[in-house]
């Protein structure tokens, strides 16, 4: 029984997309993955990569007249995030042999067997899946208590209301700022399971961790090396803020969150090891292939503002920079 995935990336996430995929299928043998490109150059390469687990469609089978209309307003990732509910419910739409699809993020990466995920969601029409914010940061839900990294939907009454309610309200409004009660894609999740009664909230300690998150839990590994979360075993986490650099290391975390606590290094060194498989992979497709890898120096200057500019004059200039 074949179990339906989707996610959308350009050519500068392509390395990040294709380690996700690759993890996944290791630990989902039957799962298929929808891939929307969003660049002519992804889709090439992901064509060439000739994996039978992955459907290609192009940017242009999903744009319809409103779509291209919003994107004049939108930047790169706002554009994206408009996308989210856009591309499960074309999918649903022209694949009548999916009856149940999720929305993964493309920056996310497998550790183990996602089927206890599976088991908690069962008949569920909707799965969604907490920030799970450490004390710290919890001030940070008013941007969003879920995260838009697993999003799942039955092809239901309840799930596809759910979804195209979703798909309308991003087409109307999908910014990077806090504005009316929305941020983005996430904050329209936030009433889901008040409205919504057969919307699974996913519990499992190893699935979503994330730097927002891992300095309240607590890793080990297993003779095996399995790494574990609270004792249970990491399914899937969550690579936010990781850069790929043009001289060959990587920038893993701003000290926001690592001067607090030292990010979980495993799950780091497991990442790192699956984005240089795939860097070869297609560097084997696509000689010279830069995609995703930025300068030193651009990321330095990121992680300074990070760190040193208040967050109130960073929350204004995001009202005029395109994200």
Known sequence: MTTYFCTLFDNGYLIKGMAMMESLVQWCPDA?????CMDQKAEEILTAFNRSYITCIPLADLETPELLDVKK??????YCWTLSPCLPAYLLEN?????????LDSDLLFYSSIQPILDEIGDNSIAIIEHRFAPRLK?????GRFCVEWVSFRRDEEGMRCLARWREQCIEWCYYRLEDGKMGDQKYLDEWPDIYPNCRIIEHPGAGVAP???????????ASGQIKVDGSPLIFYHFHQFQLLANGKFDRLSAFYTAVCEEPVAAYEAYERAL????NAIRAISPGFSGGLRPFRIVAIRRWVQRHVPLPIKRFLHHFIRY
């Open 139 to 143: 001030d940070r839900e008013v941007n």
């Open 276 to 279: 240089i498989r795939t860097l």
């Open 95 to 103: 694949h009548p042999e999916v009856d149940f699809i999720t929305y």
């Open 32 to 36: 298929h993955i929808f891939v929307l």
């Open 212 to 222: 927002w998150n891992y300095e309240k839990l607590h890793f080990t590994e297993d």
């Open 73 to 78: 307003s939108r930047g790169v990732a706002e």
